[in-house]
């Protein structure tokens, strides 16, 4: 960071306030002492107004947080634990298969009767699933999440995203209906998506391409999966920011194509990004990438200068602002951590190397990626015990396709209506880079050390602390002896 900027403390002053009601609830009624806050802060001389506005914009967001945590604890169905009933739901996910059951997301509409609005997890037997957006009627038990085991906690998982019972179906009905408003279009946007991206294709390219368009690692094996998280190549099937550039940027090269002014083509560009987030769901990943695109296109209608720091910050508050708990969601702290690192290590990784025979591109993600696991390491241990060594060789031999392969999936999408074709020919093609992802995960999974676990991931966590802190200070002291 070049310097800090009062609208960076304003930012982290409310990011700060909703992380603390994590830890402790504001009451609701200090919502009243605001205003006084708030004149108080107005009538401080002029060179303490921005301490101020710190702390007004810290309450606010601690008061904000606290509201939104107490919304989201609140469950009328905890009083029907154990009970059966009837209910209406809407399914608002993609089902997941387990090795028992399989498992959705839904809102509960009306149960026994009465009218609802609560979040639910929703547990068939394995076989057919209803489609998302559908409104089903069904016969279920209502129950409690799991408790703590083999290290995963589902009750606490599913409480922060405002879940806090399951429903056990034994037997449901569509009832043809579909949800509607922004909720429907998302759905609708997704079938095509899903559809229109990836035509003709099946099995595992399929899968893959799913995965890094969409989200959705549900059509890949259980030993692909692990290969994923071995190989250090999981984060691709977890929509990123890399989607969010591509499509925004390809928006603005096609507007140019065709002649559109560029004020448009940006309004078009922070639509396409708005119908992506629909599509995709609120992923912090996508979120975060969505509002930093978002801010670009809007600073330059605006002509205002884009700050990295400021939209970063931005995108936090906007997430946490949502939901409080999601500070404790695996991927907010991995995406926002891969972003700092960045922004911080990859200038001075990319210095180191200049004056060595390494081509620029192969530097760059080189760079990339060993600043973004050596950040992500301590995190991966902490929250699933494993950290993959070989992460930094695996994103390097993808690296070079990946932009390609969503560069090709978004343009299949958008020929498939009009010149169907051609999109199924750029489909195939994209299956051959899926498939030598795919290739990838497996050569560098299949290596005995490509991840540790127990005491050995707490070791190389701590090799990666160590290893971040020691190429700070060594890169902090080399840029003060060069000014």
Request: glycine share 8%.
């Amino acid at each position: 960071m070049s310097r800090l900027l009062p609208a960076h403390v304003l930012v982290a002053a409310a990011a700060l306030g909703l992380v603390a009601s994590d830890l402790l609830r504001l009451r609701v009624q200090a919502i009243l002492e605001l205003p006084a806050a708030a004149a108080g802060a107005l009538l401080l001389p002029v060179a303490a107004r921005l301490a101020g506005a710190v702390v007004l914009l810290l309450l606010l967001g601690w008061w904000w947080g606290s509201v939104r945590l107490d919304t989201l604890d609140r469950s009328p169905l905890l009083a029907q634990v154990g009970r059966a009933g009837h209910a209406l739901v809407e399914v608002t996910g993609a089902p997941r298969v387990g090795r028992f059951d399989l498992r959705q997301p839904g809102r509960v509409r009306v149960f026994g009767g009465q009218g609802l609005d609560e979040r639910v997890q929703l547990e068939f037997p394995l076989g057919r699933a209803p489609p998302q957006g559908a409104l089903i009627d069904l016969l279920a038990v209502v129950r409690l999440p799991r408790a703590s085991a083999d290290g995963f906690d589902e009750r606490t998982w599913l409480r922060r995203q405002g879940i806090h019972v399951v429903l056990r179906v034994d037997a449901w009905k569509d009832t043809g209906r579909r949800r509607g408003g922004l909720a429907g279009a998302g759905d609708r946007l997704r079938a095509w998506l899903r559809r229109a991206s990836v035509p003709g294709l099946a099995g595992e390219r399929r899968a893959v391409l799913d995965g890094v368009v969409l989200g959705d690692d549900n059509g890949l094996s259980p030993e692909l999966q692990q290969a994923f998280r071995r190989s250090g190549l999981y984060h691709l099937l977890a929509v990123s920011g890399q989607n969010v550039v591509l499509l925004a940027a390809g928006m603005l090269w096609l507007a140019w194509a065709v002649g559109i002014p560029r004020a448009w083509a940006h309004a078009a560009a922070v639509g396409a990004i708005l119908a992506y987030v629909l599509a995709v769901g609120p992923q912090p990943s996508v979120i975060r990438a969505a509002v930093a695109g978002a801010a670009t296109s809007v600073a330059w209608l605006l002509s205002r200068e884009r700050d990295p720091w400021h939209v970063l910050l931005l995108a936090a508050v906007v997430l946490l602002a949502w939901n409080p708990y999601t500070v404790a969601d695996a991927g907010f702290q991995l995406s926002f951590a891969a972003v700092l690192a960045i922004f911080l290590a990859v200038r001075p990784l990319l210095r180191t190397l200049e004056g060595y025979p390494v081509p620029a591109r192969l530097g760059a993600a080189a760079a990339v990626s060993a600043a973004c696991s050596v950040a992500t390491a301590p995190i991966l241990w902490l929250q699933f015990g494993a950290v993959p060594l070989l992460g930094i060789v695996a994103n390097v031999l993808v690296e070079p396709v990946i932009a390609t392969l969503l560069a090709l999936a978004f343009a299949t999408a958008a020929l498939d209506p009009v010149v169907p074709s051609l999109a199924a020919a750029l489909a195939s093609l994209n299956g051959l880079l899926a498939a030598y992802v795919v290739f990838c995960a497996r050569a560098v999974a299949a290596v005995p050390f490509a991840q540790v676990r127990g005491s050995g991931a707490a070791i190389a966590a701590a090799c990666s602390l160590g290893t971040a802190a020691y190429a700070w200070r060594r890169w902090r002291t080399s840029s003060n002896r060069r000014t």
